[in-house]
């Protein structure tokens, strides 16, 4: 829980049979996430074994892919705040508390992994992956103009879930390029983001996609061939964008009420005048350069 909002953290799940039950453990001990959902993606015989017994939830998605395993996921949580992350002990879930901070000013929150401090001995973070990665989010940051980007494809990030509900429809890469997807659907929706450095880690076992130089060289073909494709407005679709008002549904609307401001003021030590109520003006308002 974080302040008064639910968390739960999706785990998409093929080869992480000996680290999953540890990355479970990891994220509920820091008292913040209410859940684990496990999705089980036609993983390593024995991962349910391993998950059994550590309080997360497991389902199910037989059709294969990074994409349509955190689908599934997002399809089956019903939190207020959504962390997608995996299971493979890269990631440090004490850097949940970054996330969960930041979210307050933002409803999407990325993380990035190309921070040399943050990069832990023998993390697969080589100068391949490290500039490739960061050539491909500067090149995004410089086509559309966005708040800076470091990282294409780290996939520790959150979101409020009123965010996932605005782009869930656009969202239709089952494969491993579905996490830029989802970063390039947020900036076509003028939803506010912002990027924080995360703690890198060793991989527990072998990666099935960054594991292979070729594979890791296609899979950042696909993400440059991508966001060319929303430059160039190949993917056409309707969008409804964040800080319209009168485009939010009622649940994406909802603003704080004034006594939740002040017990939020409260609760962070800063002084609230009495005689002048605290007005309620909306969450995510976007802040002008």
Known sequence: MWRGKTVAVIFPTYNEKDSIRAATFGYLATGLADEVIVVNNNAAP???????????REIFETKQGYGNALLCGIDNCRADLIVLSE??????????????????????????????????????????????????AKMTE??????????MGCTL???????????????????????????MEVVAHGI??????????????ESSVTGSFWKAFKLGIQMILLVWQYRLGM?????RQWMTEESRTPQEREPPTDASLVNLARQLAVPV???EPVQATGQFTRRID
């Open 157 to 183: 990030r959150i979101f409020d879930a009123r965010a996932l509900l605005r782009i869930r429809p656009h969202l239709t890469i089952g494969g491993s390029h579905f996490g830029p997807q989802l970063l």
């Open 87 to 136: 299971p493979d002990g890269t990631f440090n879930p004490s850097d949940l508390i970054k996330l969960l901070a930041y979210s307050d000013d933002v409803p999407v929150v990325f993380g990035t992994r190309t921070s040399r401090e943050f990069i832990w001995a023998g993390a697969n973070m080589g100068k391949f992956l490290r500039w490739g990665n960061w050539a491909v």
């Open 273 to 275: 005048r009495q005689e």
């Open 46 to 56: 024995g991962t349910s074994e391993q998950v059994a017994g550590t309080g997360a």
């Open 235 to 239: 993917v056409k679709r309707d969008r």
């Open 192 to 205: 506010p983001f912002v990027e924080i450095p995360v703690n890198y880690r060793s991989r527990v076992g």
């Open 142 to 151: 410089l086509l559309f103009n966005t708040t800076i980007l470091t990282d």
